[in-house]
Every structure is written in structure tokens, then in C-alpha cells.
């Protein structure tokens, strides 16, 4: 049996791309709300990615759902939206933190810094820029590159907490644990010219 990945010392810069699977990028309302612009922003970022002059490591997080969910392997919501390339790893997960129980604490190194997009923003994107930090990566986001759902609530009366204030929400509790928030006007700097 091979033993662990040992992390590319030259991948000091990591594009992690979260659960960016058909269903949540389906059109709603299946897919999460801002799917048509998650679609756009995030295929964009993986452009500018893949055309740097330096690119970074490019690694696809997919989550396994339980039998019967729309991204249980092999449903029709499971499969990753954009195709990897030769030398890009995909990562199988089944918790929301991608870094639990997978190999990918074995391909990025602890002191790389790390863009995190993809979904779902207060779940997956959450746990992993949180695991991230905690490992003493530096982690970057990108406004509108990730994404969730509308959030029922049941308690305190009920109602409807809409996606995009709770990716605003989740932006702010990242910021303040030490996450960089750029915009999708800073893409071409972030792997190019610096």
C-alpha cells in the first residue's frame, strides 16, 4: 500500500475548489440561488487558474452524500461540474471539513496559501477555511464565488434567512477569524503578478 502524498514543496499556492458539483449548480430550485453567477464566477477562477504563468495547485473537493441525496456518488448531483486536468487532484469527502478524514492535509503543504470557493458557504466552505486557518494556512476567499441555501428557520418564529445574507454573514465570521476577502476584480492578481 503507497504511503501518504507528500505535499509539492513548489505548490505554495493552493486553488481548492469545494463541492462545485452539478446539483447545488443546477438552476434553482435545485441548484443554490446565485448558481447562474457561481457558475460564471467560479469557471472564471478556475480559468485564470489553469492560464497563470505560475499556476497553482489545483485540487476538487467532492462531497459524497448518504445514499438517496442528490450528491450521493453516482446520483446525478454528484459529479463535479468542471472536468479535472491531468495533475488535478479530487478529493472525496463526507464530512464538511475537507481536511477530515481525506488525504488532503497530505497534498497542501501547512504553510501554503490556500483560495477557498465553491459550496456550501455556512457548511463546507466554513469548516474547511476554519481547519485551514487552524493548520496555519493562509486562506483567501472570493466574494461571490461561494454559495448557499436559503436557511428555514424554526426557531424564534420561524421564516427564511435569504443565501446571500447568510454568505454575507459567514464572510464576516471568516474575516474576523482571519480570512482575506478579495473580489472577483482581484482574480488575475491573486495567481498572477505577485
Avoid at 78 to 102: C, I, M, Q, S, Y
Avoid at 110 to 137: H, M
Wanted: proline residues 9%.
Amino acid at each position: 500500500m503507497p504511503g501518504p502524498i507528500a505535499p509539492d514543496p513548489a505548490a505554495r499556492r493552493v486553488l481548492l475548489l469545494l463541492d462545485v458539483q452539478a446539483g447545488v449548480l443546477s438552476d434553482p430550485p435545485h441548484g443554490v440561488p446565485a448558481a447562474r453567477t457561481l457558475r460564471h464566477n467560479i469557471g472564471a477562477i478556475l480559468a485564470a487558474a489553469r492560464g497563470a504563468a505560475h499556476p497553482p495547485l489545483i485540487v476538487h473537493v467532492r462531497n459524497a452524500g448518504d445514499a438517496g441525496e442528490p450528491d450521493a456518488p453516482h446520483a446525478p448531483g454528484w459529479p463535479l461540474a468542471h472536468a479535472p486536468r491531468p495533475g488535478e487532484p479530487v478529493v472525496d469527502k463526507r464530512k464538511n471539513n475537507a481536511f477530515a478524514g481525506t488525504k488532503l492535509g497530505d497534498l497542501i503543504a501547512p504553510d501554503a496559501e490556500i483560495v477557498i470557493i465553491g459550496l456550501q458557504s455556512d457548511f463546507s466552505v466554513r469548516a474547511t477555511c476554519s481547519a485551514a486557518l487552524g493548520r496555519g494556512n493562509e486562506v483567501l476567499m472570493i466574494r461571490g464565488a461561494h454559495g448557499t441555501y436559503d436557511r428555514l428557520e424554526v426557531l424564534y418564529g420561524g421564516g427564511i434567512t435569504s443565501a446571500a445574507q447568510i454568505e454575507k454573514e459567514i464572510e464576516g465570521e471568516l474575516e474576523e477569524a482571519g480570512v482575506n476577502l478579495l473580489e472577483m476584480k482581484d482574480v488575475s492578481a491573486i495567481f498572477d503578478n505577485r
